[in-house]
């Protein structure tokens, strides 16, 4: 048995997507997720008496668990790199900086539990969580350039909320400016949390400024991951796994769905 296979011999994966389905939670921002049959057994029965079933499914790239590219947002009509986005974009998508080009990410990945530092499992609607919430979160472990890096809030208990889940009437919990420029400093090669966005949301403010997203992805180049399923991998007091994450390959797509699996030793 190879090194590798007795590394992982033993280990525990942890699927950390949230299920896919109609009327699931979402920012209002994007296409909801529809899916239905398309094709019934019986409507069709072969010779031989087999039958198939088949789906119809249409999403906005940015529901249900998903991987935020870097096309996804501008800055004064900058991408990345300073590149204009009007150059790079058409009806059929994004030349560069679209999903596509993500390469799949199967490394160290650390877990910074910011509930757990306040003595819950969920932080409260609206929280801010600030860089000091994510240097004791960190406590002894060391945030290498390239790594992954999730934000525990503990808000992926709230899925099954619906409203209190998306948190138009009193926000949710998430990085502020300040903790985005801290974890931009640490040069990770993607962070993510369980929120349907990736910011700090105060309450009534819906998604009006995401200065996270303009911090992550147009100046700093780093993908975020959003809608995690983390309230099980929360419990379980792993804070450092191998994560593997692959999103979709749509062409010239700004995000695409994700089913991020941790793998704990």
């Given amino acids: ?42 409507d069709m029965v072969r010779a031989d008496g087999g039958s198939a079933a088949n789906e119809i499914i249409v999403t906005g790239g940015h529901v249900g668990t998903h991987v935020d590219a870097l096309a996804h947002v501008s800055q004064e009509g900058l991408l990345y790199g ?9 009806h059929e998508g994004f030349s560069v900086m679209g999903i596509d080009g993500f390469e799949p990410y199967v490394g160290r990945c650390l877990l910074l539990d910011v ?25 002894d472990l060391e945030i290498r350039a390239g790594d992954a890096v999730l934000v525990g809030t503990g808000w992926s208990r709230l899925w099954e909320s619906g409203d209190d889940f998306v948190g138009q009437r009193n926000g949710v919990p998430g ?28 309450a009534g403010r819906g998604h009006a400024t995401l200065p996270v997203h303009r911090i992550m992805l147009v100046e700093s180049g780093i993908n975020i991951v959003e809608t995690m399923r983390l309230a ?14 692959n999103p979709l390959p749509i062409v010239g797509a700004t995000g695409a769905p994700v089913r991020p699996l941790a793998v704990i030793a």
């Avoid at 509930?115 to 406590?139: I, N």
């Avoid at 099980?232 to 994450?245: A, I, N, P, Q």
């Fill in 1 to 42: 048995m190879s090194s590798l296979w007795k590394a992982l011999e033993g280990s525990r994966v942890l699927d950390l997507a949230q299920p896919m389905r109609k009327g699931m939670p979402q920012s209002p921002n994007h296409p909801p997720f529809r899916m239905a049959l398309e094709r019934r057994h019986g």
């Fill in 175 to 202: 990085p502020g400016a300040d903790a985005g420029r801290w974890l931009a400093a640490r040069r990770p090669r993607v962070v993510g949390g369980e929120t349907i966005a990736f910011e700090h949301i105060a």
């Fill in 232 to 245: 099980e991998l929360l419990d379980s007091g792993v804070r450092e796994f191998l994560l593997v994450l």
């Fill in 115 to 139: 509930a757990a530092v306040h003595g819950v499992a969920t932080l409260p609607a609206g929280y801010e969580v600030t860089a000091d919430d994510l240097e004791r979160a960190a406590g």
């Fill in 82 to 90: 300073g590149q204009p986005a009007g150059e790079v974009m058409s």
